[in-house]
Nanobody, 131 residues
């Protein structure tokens, strides 16, 4: 299991920005993919963005052009820079280490992403976009 320290959530007005941070207890270079998910009340989890150990990026359609995912390997930290925030971005955000099924012990809250399993080990961060 990887220990995660997530920070940066909060209340922001529509059109504003926030940066979420997620510091891992292990070298994130050793983690295949770091994913950002979110879950709004009454809705299913949504994959927001991912960054691979090689630096490849993915963004969900709903955040493309507004959110930027990045990583600082020296600090074992990944970031999600969110701009032009909308009320519909309101959710709890989670950073998730993702790897092959055999990499870590199974967890009941894990999410499958293709051939990888993403684990929700952090506490999550509430992001509320409201005027």
């Amino acid at each position: 299991q990887v220990q995660l320290v997530e920070s940066g959530g909060g209340l922001v007005q529509p059109g504003g920005s926030l940066r979420l941070s997620c510091e891992a207890s292990v070298s994130i270079f050793s983690i295949n993919v770091m994913g950002w998910y979110r879950q709004a009340p009454g809705k299913q989890r949504e994959l927001v963005a991912t960054i691979t150990s090689g630096g490849s990026l993915y963004y969900g359609d709903s955040v493309k052009g507004r959110f930027t995912v990045s990583r600082d390997n020296a600090k074992n930290t990944v970031y999600l820079q969110m701009t032009s925030l909308k009320p519909e971005d309101t959710a709890v955000y989670y950073c998730t280490p993702c790897g092959p099924k055999s990499k870590w012990a199974p967890s009941p809250t894990a999410e499958t992403m293709g051939a990888l399993t993403c684990h929700f080990w952090g506490q999550g961060m509430q992001v509320t976009v409201s005027s």
